[in-house]
């Protein structure tokens, strides 16, 4: 039988980029200074123009409040959103309140027409070495917010990229000195498996994602151990600060061999 191709159904000719500092580009320098990351490394792959309204610091509800309005103007033809984080290391963390940004995000976006991309988190512990309460404590908090994230899929039927089941996703090189932003690599595994779900949703990705790299040499371990050291630990004291009790009670009922205390289950949606 003769093989039959199967043209694309749609073109994406404009990429819009929402999110923190992992879409606006950290741990992807430029040689000239800036930062490039998983947004331009897509649009490429597209032809797509890209309109990036991340920022550095931004939560679900700066992506809702201030980051929406301007894509929406953009009419983009697709989306990606990846936030979260930022929120998971503050008192007033509140998943019900971030998923309900993130439908809105998303339903107001897909109600233009563009198709919108989430990604769904890895286990940070496992690239950024913290003490086993710390640990434990942030892995429930990004646990939490991955149960937003596949609510959100749910609802919306949002493409998502699972980056915990991303092949080589927590190999050393996948990640910036800081060991909180992917390295050059790392954004173009991102920007790969974004092209990947939107050709699987019949888009055209004429130039697909290269992952070899044309930056900087990667860091070694002295260089991640003092960046941990002189940067690491202090930034994650100033946006941690509710998640050192909330770890030390976690610490403090470990050695007394009581239970973690089980959230209360979130009332039921119409």
């Not at 404590?137 to 949002?158: M, P, Q, S, Y």
């Not at 595994?189 to 888009?203: N, R």
Request: aromatic content about 6%; overall charge positive.
């Amino acid at each position: 039988m003769t093989a039959v191709a199967i043209s694309t159904a749609w073109t994406a000719n404009r990429l819009a980029v929402l999110g923190d500092s992992t879409t606006f580009g950290v741990g992807d320098p430029l040689p000239r200074g800036g930062w490039r990351g998983v947004g331009p490394l897509l649009g490429k792959a597209l032809g797509a123009q890209v309109d990036n309204f991340s920022f550095t610091g931004a939560r679900i509800a700066c992506v809702h409040d201030r980051q929406l309005p301007a894509a929406l103007k953009a009419r983009p033809d697709t989306a990606i959103v990846i936030a979260g984080m930022n929120d998971t290391l503050r008192s007033d963390f509140d998943p019900e309140q971030m998923r309900a940004h993130l439908i809105r995000v998303v339903t107001a976006l897909n109600g233009q027409g563009a198709m919108v991309l989430l990604a769904r988190y890895h286990d940070h512990s496992r690239v950024f070495r913290l003490p086993g309460s710390l640990r434990r404590a942030l892995k429930d908090r990004i646990d939490r917010l991955n149960e937003v994230i596949d609510d959100v899929v749910a609802e919306t039927g949002a493409p998502c990229l699972d980056l915990d089941r991303m092949p080589g996703a927590y190999g050393p090189d996948v990640w910036a000195v800081d060991r909180l932003h992917p390295s050059e690599l790392g954004h173009r595994m991102l920007a790969a498996g974004f092209g990947d779900l939107l050709e699987t949703a019949g888009c055209a990705v004429p130039n697909p994602v290269s992952l070899v790299c044309e930056g900087g040499r990667p860091a070694n371990k002295v260089e991640h151990f003092a960046w941990l050291i002189i940067k690491g630990i202090p930034w994650l004291w100033r946006r941690g600060r509710d998640l050192v009790p909330y770890a030390t009670g976690i610490m403090v009922r470990s050695l007394l061999g009581r239970a973690e205390p089980v959230p209360a289950e979130a009332p039921a949606r119409p």
